[in-house]
C-alpha cells in the first residue's frame, strides 16, 4: 500500500524537523561534517535557518528521521491547522505524544496516512522510498512518477523498490532533479528503498528541492591531451576514455566510492541473483540491457546491436585491444546470430552467453566492450572485409572521429589541434543532461594549463594534464574560484623496455638501470614525499598487493656498476660505458610538454651519468604521436618509454604482462604487453587467475606474478600518482574518480552551475 501520500509544493521543506524539536542555534558550526559528501548543502541550510544542529555543535548526519518527526515537519511546513481530538485515529499514538497533533493534522489532510491495522508507527524511521515520495511530490512531480513503472536509478538493488515509488525514486536520480543519493555495500552503488533516510540525505534532499539544478550553456573541460582515436575497440589513450565517459554509456561502471553500478545493463549479473550460473569449468551468464536506450542518431538500442557488434569485434581482422574476456567464450554453443554462436537471444534486451572456461570478472558488463549500434558498425566492418584490412576499419570516421554512442552528450566537432564541442542529448536513458554544450580543450603544455587554470577565464575542469606539484601550486595560490582535488587512484608512472632490444634483454642492465635511479630523491624532489615510491604494479591499497613479496629496489650505483662491468660494459675515455664498439646509450621518450616527466628525465640522466649510461631524453612526442598505434603499440620506440598505466579495481595484470597480449603483426597488433616480456610460468599464473572463482587462490597467484615482475623488471615502477582534477567551485555534483575506465567525466550528466551567493 502506498503509504505516504505527500506534499505537493515545495513551500513545505523552507523549515526543519531539526529546529522544530528544539536543537541548537542554527549559528553554531557544525564540527561533523567536515569533508561530508554533503557538506556544501547542509551548511547551506544552516546559513538559511532552515536545519540546525544539536546543543554539542554536532549535526549527526546518520542519524535518522523517524515517521512522527517527519509529521511535524510536514504540518509545519503546509501551516496545517493542529487538531487534538479526544480519541486518537492511531492505536499507537497517544493524545500526549509529541507529534499527536501533527500527525493528526498531516493525516487529515492526506499527506500522511496509516497502516492497515490501524497504526501509524510513529516511530518508524523514515524510509528512502519514502523521502522520495514526500519529495518529488512537493516538487509537483505526482503525474510524472505515475507514468513510471521501471525504476532507472542506476543501482544494483532496483528490483527492490516498490511499484508505488518507483516513478518518484526514478525522478530523485533524473539529472534535472536530483534529490537522492546513492549509498554502497558489497561493492555495489545501491538505492536502498527500504532503508531508513539519514539526516544528512533528508537534508541533502531538502536543499535540492529548494535550489534545484539549473540549466546552463557550457562546460569547458581541459586535457593536455588530445585522444588519436574516439573508436573505443583500438583506442587506449586516457584522453579517449574521458570524453567517451561523455559520450558513450557503459554497462556498467564505478562511481567515486569504487562501487559497481548497471548503467546500460539493468543490473550486474550475480550468483545471487540467477543470472550467473557457474559450473566445474563452465558457466553462463544473462546479461540484461534497459528498455528505451537510444542512440544519439536516435535508433533504439537492442541486444541485436550487441551480436552484430559482438561477431565484428571476434573477426580476426578487427584491431581489438583485448580479446582476453571473449576469448573465453564457447563457440560452438547457443543459436547465435549474424554468423556467429557462443549465445542465445532472449529477447530484444536479453542474453545469454555461453563460457567454456570461468573468469571471475565476465558479469561486468557486456563481451565486446558493450553496446555499439549495428548500423553504423556495419559499414566500416565491410570496408573492412572488402580490403582485408584492419587499418581501415581502425580509421574509418564512423569509428575513430564521429562516434555515435548512447551518453548524454553528442559530439557535434572535432578541431585537431584545438577542441572537441559536443551538445546535449535530450533522450539520455536517465534524463537530459544539464549543459547545452561541453567543449573539450587541448592543452599540451602543462605549464600553459596551470596559467589557464589559475585566469580562470575558459577553463572549468581539468581532467587529465595538472601534476601534483601543479596541484600543491594552485592550493598555495588559494585561488577563490577552484577546488583542487587529490584523487586516491591506481595510476602507476613507469619506464618501460623494449625487451627485443639485445641491450636492455640483458636482465643486468635493467638491474643496473633501477639501481643506478634513485626514486626516493625524485618522489622528494618533485613531490615533497607525498607520493610513494611504486615497487609493483599494484597500489597499496589494491587487493593483490603483498609487500613482503615484491622485490625491492634501492639506489645502489656501486651494485649498478659492477652489473654493467659483469655485462661487459666498460668505461671509456668519455666516462660512459661502451662495448663492442658502441656506446650504452639508451633512449627514453615520454609525451612532450609533459614538465613532470621531463623534470625525471633530466634527474635520471643525472644519476645514470654517474654509472656511465648516456639517458639520451631528446626524443619526446607529443601524446597524440607517442600513444599512436604505430609507434606505441606497434613498438617503434626502440629503447624505454615512460608513461602511467591506470589500473581498475579487477586489474590482474593480464593485459599487460601475458606472453599472449604482446601486439605483433600476426595477432593485428593487439594486446598491451607493449615490452615483449615472455614468462611462461607469469602467463601461466595469469590464465589461472582468470579462471580461479577464489579470491584467496586468485590473490596468490597474482601476488607471485608481481614477484616475478619484479625480479624480471619488464619495466621500472616509478611511484603511484594521485590524480589531480580541477573544477570551479561552483560547479555541483562533480564527484572525482580515476581508474581505469572512470575518470572525472563519469557522471558529469548530473554536473551543474550554483549560485554560491544565494
Not at 178 to 196: C, D, E, I, K
Amino acid at each position: 500500500m502506498k503509504r505516504l501520500i505527500g506534499l505537493t509544493v515545495a513551500g513545505l521543506l523552507v523549515i526543519s524537523i531539526f529546529s522544530s524539536l528544539g536543537f541548537a542555534n542554527a549559528q553554531i558550526r557544525l564540527r561533523d561534517i567536515s569533508g561530508h559528501l554533503f557538506e556544501f548543502e547542509i551548511n547551506k541550510l544552516v546559513e538559511a535557518n532552515i536545519v540546525r544542529g544539536f546543543p554539542d555543535g554536532t549535526f549527526r548526519p546518520e542519524g535518522l528521521v523517524n515517521r512522527g518527526e517527519m509529521a511535524v515537519m510536514i504540518a509545519l511546513g503546509r501551516r496545517l491547522t493542529l487538531e487534538r481530538p479526544a480519541v486518537s485515529p492511531f492505536r499507537d499514538v497517544p493524545t500526549a505524544h509529541f507529534a499527536y497533533p501533527h500527525i493528526v493534522a498531516a493525516r487529515n489532510a492526506g499527506f500522511l496516512r496509516g497502516f492497515p491495522d490501524g497504526t501509524f508507527r510513529p516511530a518508524a524511521n523514515v524510509t528512502r522510498s519514502e523521502l522520495a515520495a514526500i519529495l518529488g511530490q512537493a516538487k509537483g512531480l505526482a503525474a510524472q512518477a505515475a507514468g513510471i513503472t521501471v525504476p532507472i536509478t542506476f543501482s544494483q538493488d532496483e528490483a527492490a523498490i516498490p511499484r508505488w515509488a518507483a516513478g518518484f525514486m526514478t525522478l530523485g536520480f533524473n539529472p534535472s532533479h536530483q534529490y537522492l543519493s546513492h549509498r554502497a555495500a558489497n561493492g555495489f552503488t545501491l538505492v536502498a528503498p527500504l532503508a531508513a533516510a539519514t539526516r544528512a540525505e533528508v537534508a541533502y534532499g531538502v536543499h535540492q528541492v529548494i535550489n534545484p539544478p539549473k540549466l546552463g550553456t557550457v562546460v569547458n573541460v581541459a586535457m593536455h591531451q588530445e585522444p588519436d582515436t574516439l573508436n573505443s575497440w583500438t583506442g587506449a589513450m586516457a584522453a579517449m576514455v574521458v570524453v567517451w565517459n561523455t559520450l558513450g554509456l557503459p554497462t556498467a561502471g564505478r562511481d567515486q566510492n569504487w562501487a559497481l553500478y548497471p548503467a546500460a545493463m539493468r543490473e550486474v549479473p550475480t550468483v545471487e541473483n540467477g543470472l550467473w550460473t557457474v559450473r566445474e569449468n563452465t558457466m553462463e551468464i544473462t546479461y540484461r540491457i534497459r528498455e528505451g536506450l537510444k542512440y544519439h542518431d536516435g535508433e533504439a538500442a537492442t541486444i541485436d546491436d550487441w551480436a552484430y557488434s559482438f561477431m565484428v569485434f571476434m573477426d580476426p581482422l578487427t584491431p581489438v585491444v583485448t580479446r582476453i574476456i571473449e576469448e573465453k567464450i564457447d563457440l560452438t554453443k547457443g543459436a547465435g546470430a549474424h554468423g556467429i554462436r557462443g549465445f542465445d537471444i532472449l529477447n530484444p534486451h536479453a542474453v545469454k552467453v555461453y563460457f567454456d572456461e570461468l573468469d571471475w570478472r565476465a558479469n561486468l558488463g557486456l563481451p565486446a566492450m558493450g553496446l555499439y549500434p549495428r548500423h553504423i558498425v556495419e559499414g566500416p566492418f565491410a570496408e573492412m572485409t572488402r580490403t582485408k584490412s584492419s587499418e581501415v576499419f581502425r580509421v574509418d570516421r564512423r569509428m575513430a572521429r564521429e562516434p555515435v554512442g548512447l551518453g548524454p552528450y553528442r559530439l557535434i566537432e572535432w578541431r585537431a589541434g584545438s577542441h572537441m564541442t559536443l551538445e546535449r542529448f535530450d533522450d539520455y536513458i536517465l534524463g537530459a543532461p544539464l549543459f547545452r554544450n561541453v567543449v573539450f580543450r587541448f592543452v599540451p603544455d602543462t605549464t600553459a594549463l596551470l596559467a589557464r587554470v589559475i585566469a580562470g577565464r575558459d577553463i572549468d575542469v581539468t581532467a587529465i594534464g595538472l601534476t601534483f606539484d601543479q596541484g600543491l601550486q594552485l592550493i598555495a595560490r588559494q585561488s577563490p574560484h577552484t577546488r583542487v582535488n587529490f584523487v586516491s587512484s591506481i595510476i602507476w608512472e613507469h619506464m618501460g623496455f623494449n625487451l627485443d632490444n639485445p641491450v636492455l634483454s640483458d636482465i643486468r642492465v635493467r638491474r643496473a638501470l633501477i639501481q643506478g635511479i634513485n626514486r626516493e630523491e625524485l618522489v622528494n624532489t618533485l613531490f615533497a614525499g607525498r607520493q610513494p615510491v611504486a615497487h609493483g604494479f599494484f597500489a597499496p591499497r589494491h587487493w593483490a598487493y603483498d609487500d613482503e613479496r615484491v622485490v625491492k629496489y634501492t639506489h645502489n650505483p656501486a651494485a649498478a656498476r659492477a652489473l654493467l662491468e659483469e655485462a661487459g660494459w666498460r668505461v671509456g675515455g668519455d666516462g660512459f660505458r661502451h662495448k663492442d664498439g658502441r656506446r650504452l646509450t639508451i633512449i627514453l621518450e615520454t609525451t612532450a610538454g609533459s614538465v613532470v616527466r621531463e623534470q625525471t628525465q633530466a634527474i635520471f640522466k643525472a644519476q645514470l651519468r654517474e654509472v656511465g649510461i648516456d639517458l639520451d631524453i631528446t626524443k619526446n612526442r607529443p601524446a597524440a604521436a607517442l600513444f599512436a598505434r604505430t609507434h606505441f603499440t606497434m613498438r617503434r620506440w626502440p629503447d624505454m618509454i615512460m608513461f602511467a598505466w591506470i589500473s581498475g579495481i579487477t586489474s590482474i595484470g593480464d593485459t599487460i604482462f601475458h606472453k599472449d597480449q604482446i601486439p605483433t603483426a600476426e595477432n593485428g597488433w593487439m594486446g598491451q604487453n607493449i615490452y615483449g616480456w615472455r614468462n611462461e610460468e607469469a602467463s601461466r599464473l595469469l590464465d589461472s587467475a582468470g579462471r580461479e572463482m577464489s579470491d584467496v587462490r586468485r590473490r596468490e597467484q597474482v601476488v607471485r606474478v608481481q614477484e616475478l615482475m619484479t625480479q624480471e623488471l619488464p619495466v621500472i615502477p616509478l611511484y603511484f600518482r594521485f590524480a589531480v582534477d580541477t573544477n570551479k567551485i561552483n560547479l555541483a555534483s562533480i564527484r572525482p574518480v580515476q581508474l581505469a575506465g572512470q575518470y572525472i567525466t563519469w557522471n558529469i550528466y548530473n554536473w551543474y552551475s550554483v549560485n554560491l551567493f544565494n
